[in-house]
């Protein structure tokens, strides 16, 4: 998938929120469905189980409109986060421009973490592409809730950050960090317009 | 209650910018015809952005097209306090009907009908009276209708079924562009980069920028020294506010948290694209802002924002500007031939250099030329004589090879004794070969001079002598004691000679007993050959008498010529002075002109019958100087003493 065609004036941004089962992913899709104007945004589509998780996935257009003279259409999709359900966790994977991992801040969610963040490298290196190359932002995701029961960004970026990559603290059901999250994964990927790298 | 449409807020004083390009070109078309294409028109920006100057601009583009059209402008407050005032005098229908009789309704801050439900009815029930009119409707707002709180959703249907449409933030070239353009109309202006400077802080309003530049024109007012930009950023308010670190474009200000997250999401989503896919975009835009802030056509930038991608924009801008420097170039010499060239339109069009050089080489050859030698004056018609031949050999050489021989060719002689004529016969031989020749005298020089410094023209003045190919100057002795004038002379002198262009100058007296003559003019005149004319001896003025004789009479009589050259003359042009005299007496007593008619004329054997015509009823000195002779001729004559009391009359006048 091409990330900017010059021939349509097209610009097209494919970004997966990543993460584990519960962590928080389509309550970020929904914030931003939410506050997008009606003639902005597509049909946000959603396949879920009646206990309302993510069976396949979410995927939410976005019509930016003209930016410069390009038709600019981002399109946000979640992977469902249950271990089972890799094989749609790695479709959706196919050509994204940008990855968000959503990670769930409860202490005891720790280890779900590490294994859906293992999984994304594997994921992606099955695919050939190295998570290092690969805009990834992290939202660290549930900070609202009580102190004991979580870990604090510092925490976060220690146990999951590595390589230092943008990260933000959210509570995605009140929207906070939400569209800072969202940003901070667009700029990395647009900026990569400029260097013609086909970011996918 | 109408407000009358403010005369500033026009079109033309709208500066037009990415932020405002969509809402201005549907005002303007609503403008162009109100009713037909967008009905209603609902235009929403933040305040300060422009939305009653656009509203305004629409009602005074609309009545210049159709001055019989029906304008009204008015605030929504307004609209409801005539509302409950009508209600109240029980006038409701009158006052529908009165808006209902407008043609172009102009409604400003619609945002005040959150919760009037009964408003909203009643701008409902008039928005459809006047779509089913045809008459047009516009509104304002600081938000977009679904913001409106509480609006009535067939309003909000009615306004999407128009056009509905937002002001942004103005960008930093825009800024930029305002900044100029108020500056200019303020007569105020300032160092490089000042406006810049602070049209780089990310002021989104244009009100607050205007107040910035109020602030930068105090400032300068109380100041002696310029303003530096970095004052002018402080000034400005950039202090606190971080300048957009050179960046060109930017995003809208954060709106208060949560209010328009995706707008503002959006907004740097903008900035970021714009950056990085159209950083060329960005580049040429910057110089079409520029450029058309000058005044010059730039449809060759914007043919290049219309494409896809260019390949070399930077090179497609540097020849953009070297055309316009071109252009400059070419209107500040047009300007200097012809003062009026300076505005042409054709001076500004990048597009059409040929255009531009074909009026300035029109400004060059329409210019008035220097005087011209007179063509009466011929190399052929000069008598050579032992006395002239060196002057006229020289004259030759000059002819023959300008500008290498002798230059300049300075002839020195008595009055009358040829010097003008040798200097036009020298001019008309040098004009044969091409470009224009000056030849005039030193008064006239002087005397051009001074129009051109009343006229404020001296440049375009010099720059006639300055194209000439050849310059020669008659009875340069004149100019002595002039200074502005010598000035003029030693620089055209250089030019000349440093061009090899030829020079040739007369003067009645040699050069070193010229006192007010400057030395530096003086030496340089020495520095190339002076020769001497002398008085034409009698063999040369009878020869010349002989040929006027002939040319005048159609018959040569040599008798006539050689009495003529027999007389007393210390110049040709006394010697011509006798013959105009025998022309004239022959002539008035209608005898043809012989010897004998000369001799009774100059000899004073004047008939008896002869002498009272010749004097006049006025009282005067009774020297009677040739009809043509001169003032230095031998042959003034006293034909009658006057009586003693009028010549001590005469002598005090």
Request: charged letters at 25%; aromatic letters at 6%.
């Amino acid at each position: 998938m091409s990330l900017v065609n010059f021939t349509a004036r097209e610009i097209t941004c494919k970004i997966v929120y990543y993460g584990p089962g519960r962590s928080g992913k389509t309550t970020n899709l929904q914030y931003i469905y939410g506050r997008v104007p009606e003639s902005r945004r597509g049909r946000m589509v959603s396949l879920a189980t009646q206990t309302d998780r993510t069976l396949f996935f979410d995927f939410l257009p976005l019509e930016l409109g003209n930016i410069s003279g390009f038709s600019t259409k981002f399109q946000l999709y979640t992977v469902p986060g249950q271990s089972y359900y890799n094989a749609t966790r790695k479709l959706v994977l196919q050509g994204a421009d940008g990855v968000v991992f959503v990670a769930d801040s409860q202490a005891r969610r720790f280890d779900d973490n590490l294994e859906s963040l293992q999984n994304l490298q594997d994921n992606l290196l099955a695919q050939g592409v190295d998570i290092r190359q690969l805009p990834v932002v992290f939202q660290y995701n549930k900070q609202d809730l009580p102190h004991d029961l979580i870990l604090s960004q510092e925490e976060m970026d220690d146990a999951l950050n590595f390589r230092e990559v943008p990260s933000f603290a959210a509570d995605a059901l009140q929207g906070n960090g939400v569209f800072e999250t969202l940003r901070g994964v667009s700029e990395i990927v647009l900026k990569r317009l400029a260097a013609g790298s086909p970011a996918a | 209650m109408t407000v009358t449409l403010n005369p500033l807020y026009r079109f033309d004083t709208f500066v037009v910018g990415a932020a405002n390009r969509l809402a201005v070109t549907a005002a303007k078309a609503v403008a162009e015809s109100p009713g037909t294409v967008y009905n209603p028109l609902f235009i929403y920006a933040r305040p300060g952005l422009g939305k009653t100057h656009l509203l305004m601009g629409i009602g005074h583009a609309a009545r210049t097209i159709n001055p019989r059209l029906s304008v009204e402008y008015l605030t929504l407050d307004e609209f409801i306090e005539a509302f409950h005032a009508a209600i109240a005098a029980g006038h409701g229908a009158a006052y529908r009907q009165r808006f209902l009789d407008v043609d172009l309704l102009l409604v400003d801050d619609v945002q005040f009908l959150t919760h009037r439900r009964e408003m909203q009815a009643e701008l409902l029930r008039l928005t459809d009276a006047l779509q089913a009119a045809n008459r047009q409707i516009v509104l304002t707002s600081d938000r977009s209708p679904a913001e409106i709180e509480a609006l009535d959703d067939r309003l909000i249907r009615r306004f999407a079924g128009g056009l509905v449409i937002d002001v942004s933030a103005p960008d930093y070239e825009t800024r930029v562009a305002i900044l100029r353009r108020k500056a200019e109309e303020r007569r105020a202006t300032f160092g490089e980069g000042v406006l810049d400077a602070v049209a780089a802080i990310e002021i989104d309003n244009v009100r607050e920028l205007l107040g910035a530049l109020n602030r930068l024109m105090a400032f300068q007012s109380v100041s002696d020294a310029p303003l530096t930009p970095a004052q002018a950023r402080q000034l400005a308010g950039g202090a606190d506010k971080a300048p957009s670190a050179g960046a060109p474009v930017e995003p809208g200000p954060a709106p208060p948290p949560g209010q328009d997250e995706f707008g503002d999401f959006l907004s740097e989503i903008t900035a970021t694209v714009t950056q990085q896919v159209d950083a060329w975009r960005t580049k040429v835009g910057a110089a079409l802002l520029r450029w058309e802030g000058e005044g010059f056509r730039t449809s060759r930038l914007e043919a290049l924002l219309e494409q896809e991608m260019v390949t070399d924009p930077e090179a497609a801008i540097r020849a953009f500007e070297a055309d316009v420097h071109r252009l400059i170039e070419m209107r500040a010499e047009a300007a200097e031939l012809a003062p009026e060239l300076a505005g042409s339109p054709v001076f500004k069009d990048p597009g059409d250099l040929a255009g531009a050089e074909a009026e300035l080489q029109r400004a060059r050859d329409g210019t008035n030329p220097p005087p011209a030698p007179s063509p009466l004056w011929k190399m052929e018609d000069l008598v050579e004589s032992a006395g002239n031949r060196m002057a006229l050999e020289a004259a030759r050489a000059v002819t023959a090879a300008p500008g290498t021989r002798y230059n300049p060719l300075v002839i020195i002689g008595a009055g009358g004794i040829g010097k003008t004529h040798l200097l036009h016969a020298i001019g008309n031989a040098l004009a044969g070969r091409g470009g224009p020749v000056a030849c005039l005298s030193a008064p006239e020089f002087t005397s051009e001079l001074i129009d051109a410094i009343n006229r404020d023209a001296v440049p375009a003045w010099r720059a006639r002598y300055r194209r000439s190919s050849a310059f020669l100057l008659d009875d340069v002795h004149l100019a002595a004691e002039t200074d502005r004038t010598q000035d003029e002379l030693f620089v055209l002198f250089n030019q000349f000679a440093d061009s090899g262009r030829q020079m040739v100058f007369t003067s009645a007296a040699p050069l070193a007993s010229l006192e007010g003559l400057e030395p530096r003019l003086r030496t340089r005149l020495e520095g190339g050959l002076v020769v001497e004319l002398p008085v034409p001896d009698a063999d040369v003025r009878e020869r010349v008498i002989a040929r006027d004789l002939t040319a005048r009479l159609g018959a040569p009589d040599q008798a006539l010529a050689t009495y003529l050259a027999s007389r007393p003359a210390d110049s040709m042009r006394a010697a011509q002075g006798l013959v105009q005299r025998v022309l004239a007496t022959a002539e008035e007593r209608h005898v043809p002109p012989t010897a004998t008619l000369a001799r009774e004329v100059l000899e004073g054997l004047a008939p008896a019958d002869t002498a009272p015509a010749r004097r006049t009823p006025v009282r005067s000195s009774g020297i009677v100087a040739p009809t043509a002779g001169g003032a230095r001729s031998r042959e003034k004559m006293i034909w009658e003493w006057p009586e003693v009391g009028d010549r001590i009359v005469e002598e005090w006048r």
